[in-house]
């Protein structure tokens, strides 16, 4: 069956430095890949899609990675905030299951002041 | 607002109870989902609903058991559940079942005693 890895379970990191969240992969590589924020008591927020085909997506300070090779997703925040303290999961979507997600148990990062 | 209603947000109730979930969205969505979020645990997809026709049932408990009257509502009914069932249910929508991204309501937290 498929597995989801996110690097570790928490991430602290100073104000102004780059995060960088990796989501790792067993098996089949995904069609698309997704990646959602969330903060305590509110659902998942979507953020970023790449798909099979691309190596990079860009949307503001985030950046997002795929190398199917390596079975690997990274997604970067620069210049990194407090607010951008949350949980990040990532969504792996495979088009031979009805895309069918699968999610990602999340990495919790706080941006320390 | 995420364009996602869940009622109520929390919710307490004894194995012997009957309650139930509802969750509304505004998008004009066509595919509504239903997930589990326990802790330390990835999201668990239990039903999805594709055109007000139930798609996938995720091998869940007949405990619950899911209604979609129309394409902008839903409800998960609940009866006789278990301690173990105590999590965070989350309601979700998206254009379509394909690689469009899930908008999530902000959950409803229910506890099993």
């Known amino acids: 069956s498929q597995k989801i890895e996110q690097n570790s379970e928490a991430l602290n990191i100073q104000e102004g430095k780059t995060a960088t969240l990796t989501c790792n992969y067993t098996?089949?590589?995904?069609?698309?890949l997704q990646w959602y924020r969330q903060d305590p008591g509110r659902g998942p927020v979507f953020l970023l899609l790449?798909?099979?085909?691309?190596k990079e997506k860009r949307k503001e300070r985030l950046k997002v990675t795929f190398d199917t090779t390596l079975k690997q997703s990274l997604f970067h925040i620069t210049a990194s905030q407090p607010a951008d303290s949350a949980t990040y999961l990532c969504?792996?979507?495979?088009?031979?299951?009805?895309?069918?997600?699968?999610f990602g148990t999340g990495t919790s990062l706080t941006v320390i002041p | 607002e995420t364009g996602v209603t869940q009622t109520p947000r929390h919710l307490v109730m004894g194995m012997t109870n009957k309650k139930s979930l509802k969750c509304e969205q505004h998008?004009?969505?066509?595919?509504m989902y239903w997930y589990k979020q326990s802790a330390k645990k990835p999201l668990e997809l239990m039903f999805v609903?594709?055109?007000?026709?139930?798609?996938e049932n995720n091998s869940v408990p007949s405990r619950f058991s899911p209604e979609c009257p129309n394409s902008s509502h839903l409800f998960l009914h609940l009866h006789t559940l278990q301690p173990e069932d105590s999590a965070l249910y989350l309601c979700?929508?998206?254009?379509?079942?394909?690689?469009?991204?899930?908008?999530f309501g902000n959950g409803t937290r229910l506890t099993v005693t």
């Open positions: 998008l004009g969505h066509n595919a």
């Open positions: 609903y594709n055109f007000k026709e139930q798609t």
């Open positions: 098996n089949y590589s995904p069609a698309y």
């Open positions: 790449i798909r099979e085909n691309e």
């Open positions: 969504a792996l979507v495979f088009s031979n299951t009805g895309n069918q997600f699968y």
């Open positions: 979700a929508s998206s254009q379509d079942r394909g690689n469009s991204p899930l908008h």
